[in-house]
């Protein structure tokens, strides 16, 4: 474990050094009307929304807006007001009456709504929470109302039309005449930034779009997403003055600080990470059901967990700045939270090499098992440059007891891949970003009908789920989702890690500052509040 951690920044630096000479990158003067960020590359490299799994463009808005600051909904996207009858069972969302779509197409209707519903909730959808998106009816009751009704109630659907982002709206008129070639090749938006163009595998860019319809006006007449594979050609383009801002791991941080650069972080808590069980599905008879896997027993779940050391993961991954959890599901400002769990925790989960040991003894491993090895995925996701190292840090702790692994490099789009044919039979890394209410949490990573990262289902949970979507009383929802809560946590279904806030890293010369909650999947939002230096 030493020699990987001691290894790491000079290993950095190496690599940095290295990009620098191959590409040729020295310092450059920067453009005060052009701001770059660069970060890894997204799960969805095409301008469809719904075929990614909730990453949006900045050009896009939603029907609810968040604060900044405070990270509450508010009404400062394209929704005026919205409201639910008493049952939960029907939403109206009113729509802001000069809206308007970007290169002349037209002002924002409900027409328009319930055309990116329908795109969104189709066959060709990827939306991890489009479960909770989806309606019995989506109507257009005037140009500027639309209602959305459902045979269930839908205690928290605000949240599935803010940050979270599971609709975005485009245009239908664009749509008529030009198609889904129209949206490939300069989709209209409604936001503070108008698309401009997009190099595949290099980048997307932005202009800000004058006399915008809301009144606001960016700091820089241009932005850039520019994707990069390796993250120490990341800090290379932002040591260089290529990028002035950067999605960097905590661990090439410390270079950037020496270089003058300065850490700007989420307002409030953007996620929490840890680990997941994939493969876990179903019950007998089901094609997917595979009870021979080491992960299927309980003991061999407990002694992965006793085998972490979280507090040394935390200091590694994030440099300390990013709290425990016993649960990456479990929040305490949503319903359900149990504190006791944390109290629990280190005498259920602790650090313990030997017990974890003795626990694969009990449970008969590997002898016990046809396939004794544990695959453990190693991917960059947009918004967590840790996860490479986590998984990493995953295997020397797994090893360390007797586990056999083996590290399967993969994109999150092939992961969801498999998930979708219930073929992910592998450890992984994963995180709730952002924080989701507790129904959307456990119906997405813990019923068959969620997200293909879930990885254990039973009877049990599936129907607490069901109790809980059934429900609008909120003493009976904080019972049922507590009860969910211990349970998951008894049953080691997973390995929870820390709640983390969202950093970028920035060059203060040209970025100031940049005010954003930490509320939507990769943890970025409000670009245009992306502030230059004077």
Not at 140 to 167: E, I, M
Request: charged letters at 20%; aromatic letters at 10%; a negative charge.
């Amino acid at each position: 474990m030493e020699q990987l951690l001691s290894c790491r920044p000079a290993r950095a630096l190496a690599l940095v050094a290295g990009v620098l000479l191959a590409t040729g990158v020295g310092a450059q003067v920067h453009a005060a009307d052009r701001v770059v960020f660069a970060t890894t590359l997204p799960q969805n490299q095409s301008n469809l929304f719904w075929g990614g799994t909730g990453e949006r463009l900045p050009n896009f808005q939603a029907l609810v807006g968040h604060d900044p600051i405070s990270g509450k909904y508010d009404n400062s996207e394209l929704a005026e007001s919205w409201s639910t009858n008493e049952g939960f069972t029907e939403w109206t969302f009113k729509l802001k009456p000069d809206a308007e779509f970007h290169f002349g197409w037209g002002p924002v209707t409900a027409a328009d709504v319930v055309h990116s519903y329908e795109l969104t909730t189709g066959p060709d959808s990827t939306i991890n929470s489009i479960e909770h998106l989806r309606a019995k009816s989506a109507v257009a009751v005037d140009d500027h109302t639309v209602v959305f009704t459902f045979d269930t109630p839908r205690t928290n659907y605000a949240f599935q039309h803010a940050g979270r982002g599971s609709l975005v709206i485009y245009s239908k008129a664009q749509y008529d005449a030009e198609g889904v070639e129209g949206y490939n090749t300069k989709p209209a938006g409604t936001s503070a930034y108008q698309y401009v163009e997009r190099v595949p595998g290099v980048g997307v860019t932005f202009e800000r779009v004058e006399n915008h319809w809301q009144g606001t006006v960016p700091d820089f007449k241009e932005l850039e997403i520019r994707y990069v594979q390796e993250q120490a050609t990341i800090l290379a383009l932002l040591l260089s003055g290529e990028a002035q801002i950067a999605s960097i791991p905590r661990e090439l941080q410390k270079q950037a600080l020496e270089a003058g650069k300065k850490i700007i972080s989420s307002q409030n808590p953007a996620m929490a990470t840890g680990a997941i069980f994939n493969g876990m599905y179903g019950k007998s008879g089901d094609p997917a059901y595979r009870p021979d896997l080491p992960w299927w027993n309980v003991k061999v779940r407990e002694a992965m967990n006793r085998a972490l050391n979280r507090e040394e993961m935390i200091d590694v991954l994030y440099d300390g700045r990013a709290e425990p959890t016993p649960s990456w599901l479990m929040d305490s400002r949503n319903e359900g939270y149990v504190p006791e769990l944390m109290e629990r925790f280190d005498e259920m989960y602790g650090y313990d090499p030997e017990r974890a040991r003795e626990l694969l003894a009990e449970a008969g491993y590997p002898d016990a098992f046809p396939d004794p090895m544990i695959p453990i995925v190693s991917s960059t996701l947009n918004g967590n440059p840790e996860f490479p190292v986590m998984s990493e840090l995953l295997q020397v702790y797994f090893e360390e007891i007797g586990l056999q692994t083996e590290l399967r490099e993969m994109d999150w789009p092939k992961l969801g891949a498999l998930g979708r044919a219930r073929e992910s039979f592998m450890i992984s890394p994963v995180r709730n970003a952002p924080l989701r209410p507790t129904e959307a949490a456990l119906v997405n990573f813990h019923t068959e009908r969620g997200t293909p990262y879930g990885g254990f289902e039973d009877d049990k949970i599936e129907g607490l789920a069901d109790k809980l979507t059934a429900t609008i009383d909120p003493d009976e929802r904080n019972a049922i989702a507590s009860e969910a809560f211990t349970y998951l946590f008894e049953q080691y279904v997973d390995m929870p890690l820390a709640i983390v806030f969202a950093e970028v890293t920035v060059d203060p010369e040209v970025v100031s500052d940049w005010t954003f909650p930490g509320v939507t999947t990769n943890s970025i939002s409000h670009w245009h509040l992306i502030k230059a230096a004077k």
